[in-house]
């Protein structure tokens, strides 16, 4: 009933040039120039679609405009896919997982779309992986964070091109470490169901490895939406946890701050954001001085000073007088990966229009630019991308909030190398981790 | 360890905001025999509306002190709007049919809503942070608590006994307990029915706002906020005992003690601990704690 459907087809004045050339063009030319039409799937309604769907369904709109245009900076500079324009169909996440499996199987068997990118929820990334799979038809991934995807099966047609929350905790633990080397105890405020699980259950043994000994204090597990946190604050103050741990995202980590630090939690204890970078982009100083955040890899205000960044950021900003957060970078690093392995096919092609299958095998094991730097699809067969990832600490300048101490880590240091699951690797202490 | 009084506080904080929304849906279904599904949305436009006004109260620079006053008129803007035109304008024509296929309508009611909201609003999260921090904060034993927390406490107990009062002691609320004992003899003593079901109607809508618009400088005022609501106002209710007050009130209380307990304590439970004491409840008293007895109508 959520559901909105939207055609949006998003062809320039330059891609119309390039119908207009089609039409007079030889058959090979035309097929090359059809428009290639990719199944956009993100929140577009419920708690999800303000901090993550509407910025990650905006950013898939600039890029396809821009890619259409012509207008993105080297290495992408070809028009379209190759010179074929690109379509996108959008379709809302909210629903649950069987509407997203029917949705999934009416893009690709209604809608005929060439590929699907999308999926902000870890749940519908698991539903979805085996139906992509069995209808053949070539997905990418653009932002879940579950590592169970490439670690639990492997996948021909699917793909991923944003790391795994493995990153996040692991780097976060890694920084909280460095930052505060005589911490003696720790806790943790996660929403209860697979994200924030998963978040903790891997920050915790992080900190473990990292620091032999270190107190786990209270593990608050609230429902997701629940809201009000006057209790688990309490918890957590009582705890006398040097560091808190929290990967609330959207409407609850906007409320965690805004009942947390009226009460003091911000300044009794370091609280660390994993998938802060939206609600300080959201609510800005009214996040607290001394806040660790993180943007779940390399985006925005952890993102490169490269050309492409660069033009992003202007591109988005003129468009939505927004700053782009990281699900609207995750977006377009998708697509810019969709690009990149498919015009490596099509250069193999002779040219020509290449097929699924030599998509497939040039994007296995890829490497390609984004607005976020360099993406590996290293991991799960050549399917599953790692990316180096940052943490910084939130601090007030001039009226406006920034965040300092930024430390960088590489890909190599925060992801397990491929064939180990990530639980094993943290308990193993990193192994191979440089 | 969490102290007693760390867990007796969280606790009568979290039943004050739950006692204010499962009022409104008591007396709803108490007088009306509807299980009002669109409570929750009634809820979330009363958040709305405050974190709309609130935010050009800001911006306009006006004295902070006088932003607690639109959390009331909030409250009383989507009573006097909402609620008559989804009672005159639809609940009206239903009045008799089965109690499912009310539920069915106002279910249709809260979908309409959500996307009313949606429309209006869009799907960005709103936030009215500043009252919450405007009165400040008490130190109760080690934790600091704020003002407006002891404040929404104060609210509760005065809406209590407000309600209560007007139920008890004034001519048009002992009109209402008529309504909810019978309505066909009520109808038959001559009291206008229609009117008692617009007018609890009205205030049931307020008494929801109300509770969205107290929330609304605590949270992030979002799309789906209204969902879950509904769902604890529900438990409150029928652990009290459905359409009544004192129900309400010690349902209220239960449930958030209970949660606050599980938080401190046994935070892997929190989840389950409030099901857990509404499952304990209707095994011993099917009908809720404060359920009236019935006769049997043959």
Known sequence: ?434 | MASLVSVLIDGIIYSSYLFIIALGLTLIYGVMKILNMAHGSLYALGAYVAATLIGAWFNAGLNPYGSLALLALSALLVGVIAGPIIERGLLRFMYGKDEIVLILVTYSIFLILEDVIKLIWGVESYTAFQPYGLLGNIDIGALPYTVYDALLVVVAVLVGVAVTFVLTRTRQGKLLVAVIHDREISAAMGINVGRVYFITFTIGTMLAALGGALIAPKVSVVPAMGVEVIVLAFAVVVIGGLGSLPGAALGALIVGLVRSAAVHYLPEVELFSIYLVMALVLIVRPKGLFSAAEARKI
């Open chain 1, 1 to 434: 009933m959520n559901t909105r459907r939207k055609l949006v087809t998003v062809a320039t004045a330059s891609a119309l040039a390039l119908g207009l050339a089609a039409f007079a063009a030889p058959a090979s030319a035309q097929e090359k120039e059809k428009p290639i039409r990719i199944g956009v799937v993100t929140f577009l309604s419920g708690a999800a679609a303000g901090p993550f769907g509407v910025p990650a369904r905006n950013g898939a709109e600039v890029a396809a405009e821009a890619l259409n245009g012509g207008k993105v900076p080297a290495p992408y500079t070809a028009a379209g896919l190759g010179g074929a324009p690109i379509e996108l169909l959008f379709v809302d996440e909210a629903g649950g997982t069987t509407k997203q499996v029917n949705e999934f199987r009416n893009l690709v068997q209604r809608d005929n779309v060439d590929l699907v990118i999308g999926y902000i929820s870890s749940g519908d990334c698991l539903a979805v992986a085996p139906v992509a799979e069995e209808l053949k038809r070539l997905t990418v991934f653009f932002d879940c964070g579950t590592p169970r995807i490439f670690e639990d099966a492997s996948y021909k047609y699917l793909f991923r091109t944003g790391a795994t929350a493995t990153m996040d905790n692991t780097a976060a633990a890694l920084y909280v470490t460095e930052m505060k080397p005589a911490l003696k105890k720790f806790a943790g405020i996660n929403q209860n169901y697979a994200w924030g699980q998963d978040s903790w259950n891997d920050f915790e043994a992080a900190m473990k490895v990292l620091k032999p000994g270190v107190d786990m204090g209270t593990s608050q597990m609230p429902k997701l939406l629940a809201g009000q946190y006057g209790a688990e604050i309490s918890a957590l103050l009582t705890s006398g946890a040097d560091v808190v741990h929290s990967s609330f995202w959207g409407g609850d980590a906007e409320a965690l701050i805004l009942q947390g630090a009226p009460r003091g939690l911000f300044k009794k204890s370091t609280i660390v954001m994993t998938a802060g970078e939206p609600t300080l982009v959201r609510l800005g100083t009214q996040v607290p001085e001394g806040t660790v955040i993180g943007a779940r890899g390399p985006f925005n205000m952890f993102a490169p000073d490269n050309e492409l960044n660069r033009w992003f950021r202007k591109a988005y900003e003129d468009r939505y007088a927004v700053v782009p957060s990281y699900p609207a970078y995750k977006m377009v690093q998708a697509i810019l990966g969709v690009k990149a392995a498919w015009e490596k096919a099509q250069a193999a092609n002779g040219g020509k229009r290449p097929s699924q299958d030599q998509v497939i095998a040039a994007f296995e094991n890829l490497s390609f630019e984004g607005p976020g730097g360099k993406v590996d699809m290293a991991l799960g067969k050549g399917h599953q991308a790692v990316q180096g990832t940052a943490y910084g600490i939130t601090k007030n300048v001039g009226g406006k909030v920034t965040v300092v101490n930024v430390k960088r880590y590489p890909a190599s240091r925060v992801t397990p190398p491929d064939g180990v699951k990530s639980e094993e690797w943290i308990k193993s202490g990193f192994k191979t981790a440089k």
